[in-house]
Nanobody, 127 residues
Framework: QVQLVESGGGLVQPGGSLRLSCAAS????????MRWFRQAPGKEREGVSC????????SYADSVKGRFTISRDNAKNTVYLQMNSLKPEDTAVYYC????????????????????WGKGTLVTVSS
């Protein structure tokens, strides 16, 4: 069964950190560009970050650049999103997705069709 399962969300104070994980099963994420999206209440889904299938090039939305870091561990079939210096405006449900368009680069803002989606994990940044 093909699955992407996110974990690591929760409640954190402004300025705090969280690390999200996205574990894949039923397929090998090596061949995919992996992406993180988020959707805040009442807002459209936003591309947060991506990491390419070849070479591990990364891209970030301007709103998270310098604070978030995406990485992948192909041996564990898992992608991560390290989130530092969190702000209240980072509050959202975070989703990972597998993009079949493989290559040496990616663009975080791409919202095209994905092969697989996780169900999301809620991140709440509040004091």
């Amino acid at each position: 069964q093909v699955q992407l399962v996110e974990s690591g969300g929760g409640l954190v104070q402004p300025g705090g950190s969280l690390r999200l994980s996205c574990a894949a099963s039923g397929f090998t994420l090596n061949y995919y560009t992996m992406r993180w999206f988020r959707q805040a209440p009442g807002k459209e889904r936003e591309g947060v970050s991506c990491i390419s299938s070849i070479g591990g090039s990364t891209s970030y939305a301007d709103s998270v650049k310098g604070r978030f870091t995406i990485s992948r561990d192909n041996a564990k079939n898992t992608v991560y999103l390290q989130m530092n210096s969190l702000k209240p405006e980072d509050t959202a449900v975070y989703y990972c997705a597998a993009d079949p368009r493989s290559g040496y680069g990616c663009y975080a803002g791409f919202l095209g069709g994905m092969d697989y989606w996780g169900k999301g994990t809620l991140v709440t940044v509040s004091s």
